[in-house]
């Protein structure tokens, strides 16, 4: 496995949009001044969305999937509406009303926040610090334990990561966007737990990203797809604990699971059952999948 480059650099727009899905959906933020800013623009927004019976979760959903693949997020407005439910008659007019309220909103966040930019660098910079250090081993092993005899034909996709970095809104978030092929993470300036190193988050998404290049993500099921997200969690905590990023004797999978926002608490009685059968077992980590998303459909 060649050295697999991670390229750093901050997203603000991506920023916004996950400020706006935090704020609109009512969860909560780390940052007081952020809902705060948000809270009147963006009600607004629901009441009008709400008043024809479109749906509001998807909207934002749309608008932040969007900004994940690096749209810009007024210019998502009509995609967000169109999978919100909105009909071909109303949505010119519903557009016009929603941009003028997420411009003024951003105009806030940037007045709010003026150097967000170089703050979000500031922040990630021990994180970065600490995956230069000692990243590339977690890749290695990580790719060594998931590909087995077959490490050395695993090919290097682009044999690079971009990796953006956000403002802290969730206090603890990243994903992995298949289609832009990029991780995105918000960028803690400390551990959210000491228990679970922030390192071990970036460690899990880039490994997925990569397995995901190498396995076609998009042609497998989304049961499936699940399952490996799951199933590579498991696999970061169990290398985590070779390279003593993880001390306790079991592994803390429910509280990953929670951490990471991976799946259901209904589910985790399903994984760690998974785990306890397949921990000493020598079946190759695609095999270990298969009987995991099967647990995981009988529970």
Known sequence: M????????????????????????????VDPTVKTVLTQSVQTINDRL????????????????S??????????????????????????????????????????MEQAFPQLAAQIELRYRPLRDRWETCGFGLLRTL??????GNFAAEPDVKNQIPLVMIQPIR???????????????????????????????????????????????????????HAYRLAIMVQCLEVGGEFDLIRSGD???GRVMELWRIGDTSEVGAVVSWWE???????????????????????
């Open 171 to 225: 206090g603890g978030d990243g994903g992995v966007d298949a289609e832009a092929g990029r991780v995105w993470m918000e960028a803690m300036l400390t551990d959210v737990d000491p228990e679970v190193p922030e390192i071990l988050r970036l460690a899990f998404f880039n490994h997925l990203l990569l397995v995901m290049r190498t396995l076609n993500f998009d042609h497998l099921s989304k049961e499936m797809r």
């Open 143 to 148: 790719a060594k334990g998931f590909w087995g």
């Open 2 to 29: 060649n050295r697999v480059a991670v390229r750093w650099s901050v997203d603000v727009e991506l920023s916004f949009a996950q400020a706006l899905y935090v704020v609109a959906l009512g969860e909560a933020t």
């Open 67 to 108: 900004a994940q693949c690096g749209s810009e997020v007024l210019a998502s407005i009509p995609d967000s509406l169109d999978s919100a439910g909105c009909s071909e008659l109303m949505i010119e007019n519903a557009q016009r009303q929603v941009a003028t309220l997420l411009a003024d909103s951003r105009q806030d």
């Open 277 to 299: 059968e397949m921990s000493s077992a020598d079946d190759p980590w695609p095999i270990r999948v298969q009987r995991l998303s099967a647990e995981l459909a009988a529970a």
């Open 251 to 253: 592994l803390p999978i």
């Open 50 to 65: 709400l008043t024809h019976s479109l749906d509001l979760a998807s909207f934002w959903e749309t608008l932040r999937s």
